[in-house]
Nanobody, 111 residues
Framework: QVQLVESGGGLVQSGGSLRLSCTAS????????MGWYRQTPGKQREMVAT???????IYADAMEGRVTISRDNAKSTMYLEMNNLKPEDTGVYYC?????WGQGTQVTVSS
């Protein structure tokens, strides 16, 4: 079964950190670029960061300097380390590969 499963979301205070994980199954993970997206209240889904097959990251301007995307191909897992979180970062964070999406993991940042 082809699927992406996110984990690691939760409630954190402003200025705190979280590490999200996305584990893929049913695909040859190392062959694909992957990405993290988020949907915050009242806004459309937006890119947070992507990582190429070779591990080259691209970050959204709003998140650059506060997030680090990485991947472990041996574990078919992608990570998103988020630091200095702000209340406006609250939302559902999704793992993506092309047209395949995970179910999302909720991140809530309290002020």
């Amino acid at each position: 079964q082809v699927q992406l499963v996110e984990s690691g979301g939760g409630l954190v205070q402003s200025g705190g950190s979280l590490r999200l994980s996305c584990t893929a199954s049913g695909i040859i993970f190392s062959l694909y670029s992957m990405g993290w997206y988020r949907q915050t209240p009242g806004k459309q889904r937006e890119m947070v960061a992507t990582i190429s097959r070779a591990g080259v990251p691209i970050y959204a301007d709003a998140m650059e300097g506060r997030v680090t995307i990485s991947r472990d191909n041996a574990k078919s897992t992608m990570y998103l380390e988020m630091n200095n979180l702000k209340p406006e970062d609250t939302g559902v964070y999704y793992c993506n590969r092309a047209d395949l999406w995970g179910q999302g993991t909720q991140v809530t940042v309290s002020s």
